[in-house]
């Protein structure tokens, strides 16, 4: 069972339309973070969000933090196939004694011309 | 390029086996990060060290230990391997262990366990 539950797993979709990636836990985090991995490579920080509600805009995309600071989401305005990747939203926990960064399973998106 | 050197990129091996894997962290982080990415499962944290110190622990397997070293580099020891075992392992680094510090990752190692 994952800490943190990513939707959809998958989505395919045509160049120019907009889509919203979910993640969404039963736990409080100190932190949200947003990463794209792209084939062969290791994830790459997009956004932090720290606010409960806070809003982030980077370009074509916007991320909001929960007001509890237990989901986020990812919105993507008119879809380019260079935002083809794998989404993976980390959130930031203390637990069992650690300060922890745990990984969603991550939304893998494929836009096309 | 993120500045964190993981060797090997791949690795074949048989059951029963026992591999290393090393990483190199960005110049100047003194926390190492390690993960294992499988298709079913994301990516799963399995330890994490500071400074040469563990300093959080994941779902690690018994079979599996780490360390860091006085010059910051990491190695991740898998032993007694199983078919499970095979994934993408991630070395990941960062300045701190604080509330918001972006991790950074390396390329990752590929173990593919025959």
């Known amino acids: 069972t994952q800490l943190l539950e990513q939707s959809p797993q998958f989505l395919s979709i045509q160049e120019g339309e907009n889509l919203t990636v979910y993640c969404n836990s039963s736990?409080?985090?100190?932190?949200l973070q947003w990463y794209r991995q792209e084939p062969g490579e290791g994830p790459v920080l997009l956004v932090t969000?720290?606010?409960?509600?806070e809003v982030k805009k980077l370009k074509r995309l916007t991320f909001q933090f929960g007001d509890a600071r237990k989901d986020s989401s990812l919105h993507i305005t008119a879809a380019q196939p260079g935002d083809t990747g794998l989404y993976l939203c980390a959130g930031r926990l203390f637990s069992g004694g650690y300060n922890k960064l745990i990984f969603g399973a991550g939304t893998r998106l494929a836009v096309h011309p | 390029d993120s500045g964190v050197t993981q060797t090997p990129k791949h690795l074949i091996t048989a059951t029963g086996q026992r591999v290393t894997l090393r990483c190199s962290p960005r110049s100047g982080d003194l926390s190492v990060y390690w993960y294992q990415q499988s298709l079913d499962q994301g990516l799963q944290f399995l330890i994490q060290?500071?400074?040469?110190?563990?300093?959080a622990k994941g779902n690690i397997l018994e079979r599996f230990s780490a360390q860091q070293f006085p010059d910051l580099h990491s190695e991740l020891n898998l032993s007694s391997l199983e078919l499970g075992d095979s994934a993408l392992y991630f070395c990941?680094?960062?300045?701190?262990?604080?509330?918001?510090?972006?991790?950074?990752f390396g390329e990752g190692s590929r173990l593919t366990v025959l």
């Open positions: 990941a680094s960062s300045v701190f262990f604080g509330a918001s510090g972006e991790l950074f």
């Open positions: 969000v720290v606010t409960g509600g």
């Open positions: 060290y500071y400074n040469g110190e563990e300093r």
């Open positions: 736990s409080v985090f100190s932190s």
